[in-house]
């Protein structure tokens, strides 16, 4: 026998955010199906049928209706003391959850290196080019043993993430 789904809750106010938000065109495509994911679920449609309708994982239905329950009521607290800011914890109970991720494998000390070998001019390192290119960079972190390995694009990473 199967189980069903416990059907989601929304207001009238809750609902026209959402469909605003699963309509629009200049929002993340995540929210957009996330939305539309809390929508088809308080009309009460199947996991399956959410699934199908938004070209997901049947997990990720389940795992959004279950975060949209454990969200209604401080949102139905937020409406009704604070309705200005309802889009916003909307958007915020729709956001993914933090996760930490893999350690870094590069210390920041090693970071500073390799950007700091990019402020200075190729000639300074006794290299014969004007100006620096990732894999250059690459061959002098190597040379200097500030790593042992590394691709051009993670030097491209650091540089961007620090404006370089």
Known sequence: MK??????????KQRIILEKLSKGTSISLNYKTRSKIILLASEGLSHGKIAKECNVDITTVRKWRK???KKYP????VE???PR????AIES???DEYRSGSPGKFTDEQQAHIINISLQSPKFYGLEISEWTYPAIVKE????KIVENISASQVSRFLKRYRY
């Open 3 to 12: 189980l069903k789904a416990t059907t989601i809750l929304t207001t009238e």
């Open 67 to 69: 975060r949209w329950l």
């Open 74 to 77: 401080e949102l139905l607290k």
């Open 80 to 82: 009704e003391e604070h």
């Open 85 to 88: 800011r309802l889009k916003s």
């Open 93 to 95: 109970a729709l956001e």
């Open 141 to 144: 972190a190597i040379r200097q």
